[in-house]
């Protein structure tokens, strides 16, 4: 379960009389005293608190009952690590070298027993049916064969997980061998999907498989553009339930990942035209698309780590037009794009149009090195695709654009350096 990811933090709440608690230690090679705490709700991370070093380590107590996924950021090496808590006390080493985590000890049962689990699961889908094609270059009374088909039987099982003493590892467990895990022959039915959402527990929304479930989901058909099977999955949820909710935000959410615009916008919709009550991630999913319409009024920012500027925000900026565009110095396509822009900088300053661009790196000498050669302002919160920009401007992909008016109204959302130049007359 040693996975590392980038990921930020937005905002901190405090909590008493934990339910159960979470403790990491690190070495002293980690820098920094910052450390982001979170839980899971489906594909979204939910910042849980904010806690500063104390010696080395970080504890977090929870106040509630909480089976799941669970992650540590640390800004200071933009690293983070995954674990899970069975509202159960949870007990992590963890070892740094040159500013990456390096190695993880798990003092707690859950956590050992859960990387083990996600190491097996790894080596099945991966390696076992590297192991089944190689079965047919050795005779079957060799050494290496006997050895192989040895290994495969290994690998064909499954560990066993008392669900009594460990209920999320072992719902994990059957749920992603089931309806994750690719086995021939063992490829479930959209019936099935559908059958399992609507009879599932809570574990679903923080056990990371809703969102590739739902992937499965729309794949077992050559049309991913059945709008006839999402409505019957949506029926059978039931979007005026919390669950059907989720799946719904998770449905606009792979759309709009996707580009599919016709069917984000027919499921966005739907979502708002609903009469009950909303949960928050769905309120949230309709309120991220909403902040970024034609007309709507583009939110305030701050610029964190400006380059090109001394201006405190966004709305500090006055010109008559803004371009603005997400972009990281890894981003091959905003490589291209981008320099586009520089030969007609200045006659776009002369017109009162300026360029705010704001990046989703996460080193910042490379954010740096690439922002301080574009002439115009650039801004990063140095926090790669957890920053605040993902959800505030539900952004998905880079570069991606905007062109504001005097009064930070989105007028334009082009899609590439040739559309914005169309839109403002540079060619």
Same mark, same amino acid.
């Given at each position: 379960?040693?996975?590392?990811?980038?990921?930020?933090?937005?905002?901190?709440?405090?909590?008493?009389?934990?339910?159960?608690?979470?403790?990491?230690?690190?070495?002293?090679?980690?820098?920094?005293?910052?450390?982001?705490?979170?839980?899971?709700?489906?594909?979204?991370?939910?910042?849980?608190?904010?806690?500063? =070093?104390?010696?080395?380590?970080?504890?977090?107590?929870?106040?509630?009952?909480?089976?799941?996924?669970?992650?540590?950021?640390?800004?200071?090496?933009?690293?983070?690590?995954?674990?899970?808590?069975?509202?159960?006390?949870?007990?992590?080493?963890?070892?740094?070298?040159?500013?990456?985590?390096?190695?993880?000890?798990?003092?707690?049962?859950?956590? =050992?027993?859960?990387?083990?689990?996600?190491?097996?699961?790894?080596?099945?889908?991966?390696?076992?049916?590297?192991?089944?094609?190689?079965?047919?270059?050795?005779?079957?009374?060799?050494?290496?064969?006997?050895?192989?088909?040895?290994?495969?039987?290994?690998?064909?099982?499954?560990?066993?997980?008392?669900?009594?003493?460990?209920?999320?590892?072992?719902?994990?467990?059957?749920?992603?061998?089931?309806?994750?895990?690719?086995?021939?022959?063992?490829?479930?039915?959209?019936?099935?999907?559908?059958?399992?959402?609507?009879?599932?527990?809570?574990?679903?929304?923080?056990?990371?498989?809703?969102?590739?479930?739902?992937?499965?989901?729309?794949?077992?058909?050559?049309?991913?553009?059945?709008?006839?099977?999402?409505?019957?999955?949506?029926?059978?949820?039931?979007?005026?339930?919390?669950?059907?909710?989720?799946?719904?935000?998770?449905?606009?959410?792979?759309?709009?990942?996707?580009?599919?615009?016709?069917?984000?916008? =027919?499921?966005?919709?739907?979502?708002?035209?609903?009469?009950?009550?909303?949960?928050?991630?769905?309120?949230?999913?309709?309120?991220?698309?909403?902040?970024?319409?034609?007309?709507?009024?583009?939110?305030?920012?701050?610029?964190?780590?400006?380059?090109?500027?001394?201006?405190?925000?966004?709305?500090?900026?006055?010109?008559? =037009?803004?371009?603005?565009?997400?972009?990281?110095?890894?981003?091959?396509?905003?490589?291209?794009?981008?320099?586009?822009?520089?030969?007609?900088?200045?006659?776009?300053?002369?017109?009162?149009?300026?360029?705010?661009?704001?990046?989703?790196?996460?080193?910042?000498?490379?954010?740096?090195?690439?922002?301080?050669?574009?002439?115009?302002?650039?801004?990063?919160?140095?926090?790669?695709?957890?920053?605040?920009?993902?959800?505030?401007?539900?952004?998905?992909?880079?570069?991606?654009?905007?062109?504001?008016?005097?009064?930070?109204?989105?007028?334009?959302?082009?899609?590439?350096?040739?559309?914005?130049?169309?839109?403002?007359?540079?060619?």
């Amino acid at each position: 379960m040693k996975k590392i990811f980038l990921i930020a933090g937005v905002s901190c709440m405090a909590f008493v009389h934990a339910q159960f608690k979470v403790q990491m230690t690190a070495d002293g090679n980690l820098k920094g005293d910052e450390a982001y705490f979170y839980k899971l709700d489906g594909s979204k991370d939910i910042l849980i608190s904010k806690e500063n =070093r104390k010696g080395n380590s970080w504890t977090v107590k929870y106040p509630e009952n909480y089976m799941g996924m669970m992650k540590i950021y640390f800004p200071s090496i933009n690293s983070s690590l995954n674990f899970i808590s069975e509202n159960k006390d949870v007990d992590i080493d963890i070892k740094v070298k040159n500013d990456k985590i390096d190695d993880v000890v798990y003092h707690d049962e859950a956590n =050992r027993l859960m990387n083990e689990v996600q190491d097996y699961d790894s080596k099945k889908e991966y390696i076992l049916p590297a192991l089944y094609q190689m079965t047919d270059y050795y005779k079957p009374s060799s050494e290496f064969y006997q050895a192989l088909n040895k290994e495969i039987g290994r690998l064909s099982g499954d560990i066993t997980v008392n669900a009594s003493q460990h209920p999320f590892i072992a719902y994990y467990q059957e749920v992603y061998s089931r309806y994750v895990q690719k086995q021939p022959g063992s490829t479930p039915t959209q019936d099935d999907i559908i059958s399992f959402f609507v009879n599932t527990n809570d574990m679903l929304e923080t056990s990371s498989l809703l969102r590739p479930i739902l992937m499965n989901f729309l794949n077992t058909k050559s049309n991913v553009n059945n709008t006839a099977s999402i409505d019957k999955l949506l029926s059978a949820v039931n979007v005026e339930t919390s669950r059907g909710q989720n799946i719904l935000s998770e449905m606009i959410g792979i759309f709009d990942t996707y580009s599919m615009t016709d069917l984000k916008n =027919r499921y966005l919709n739907q979502a708002k035209s609903l009469k009950c009550t909303i949960n928050d991630r769905l309120r949230n999913t309709i309120s991220s698309n909403d902040n970024v319409n034609i007309g709507a009024v583009f939110a305030n920012a701050d610029l964190a780590h400006p380059v090109h500027t001394k201006a405190k925000t966004l709305y500090d900026i006055k010109a008559d =037009r803004k371009i603005i565009v997400f972009w990281s110095s890894t981003c091959s396509h905003c490589e291209k794009e981008l320099p586009q822009f520089i030969p007609y900088y200045q006659q776009l300053k002369k017109d009162n149009v300026d360029i705010i661009a704001f990046s989703l790196d996460s080193n910042e000498a490379e954010y740096r090195a690439k922002a301080e050669n574009y002439p115009w302002i650039s801004a990063s919160e140095l926090r790669g695709w957890y920053s605040s920009y993902s959800d505030q401007y539900n952004v998905h992909a880079t570069p991606t654009y905007f062109i504001l008016d005097r009064n930070n109204k989105i007028i334009a959302k082009p899609d590439h350096f040739n559309d914005v130049a169309e839109f403002l007359g540079l060619k």
